[in-house]
């Protein structure tokens, strides 16, 4: 009888772990959407209106929010864009374990869906020009 107990206990216990286990998951995807909506919320340009809003997006589109807050300080400084190291730097600070390889894919994926422009001679990164007729 009273292994049946411990059993129960077991089984409560490994169910609470698992609990808080997805709290901290569903925290840590809130603290990215939060990142992202602070980040892009006046970068209408951007075009976001085809992206989806799930679990698995929440850090890439973070991660665009951070580059551009990152590219937008430089032009603010007068500067043409970020390099990767400035925009390694910005990312790192909010997200120390993502690797740098992700990061690259992400900025590749970002120029690609028209996003971010990379200028080969001076090696920085930009933001698009807006298009005509767009939100600013």
């Given at each position: 009888m009273?292994?049946?107990m411990n059993s129960i206990f077991s089984k409560i216990s490994q169910?609470?772990?698992?609990i808080a286990?997805?709290?901290a998951s569903l925290e840590?995807?809130?603290?990215?959407?939060?990142?992202?909506y602070r980040g892009l919320y006046f970068k209408r340009q951007l075009s976001l209106d085809q992206e989806r809003v799930e679990a698995r997006t929440a850090k890439k589109l973070a991660v665009l929010a951070m580059v551009s807050d990152e590219i937008e300080l430089k032009l603010q400084n007068k500067q043409s864009g970020a390099?990767?190291?400035q925009i390694r730097a910005r990312v790192e600070a909010f997200?120390?374990?993502l690797p740098e390889n992700t990061l690259r894919s992400y900025l590749s994926r970002f120029?690609?869906?028209g996003h971010l422009e990379h200028n080969e001679k001076n090696s920085r990164w930009?933001?698009?020009?807006?298009k005509e007729g767009a939100p600013e």
């Open positions: 009273f292994d049946c169910r609470r772990a698992a286990e997805q709290i840590e995807e809130d603290k990215l959407w939060e990142q992202t390099t990767l190291k997200m120390p374990d120029r690609a869906e930009m933001l698009p020009n807006p």
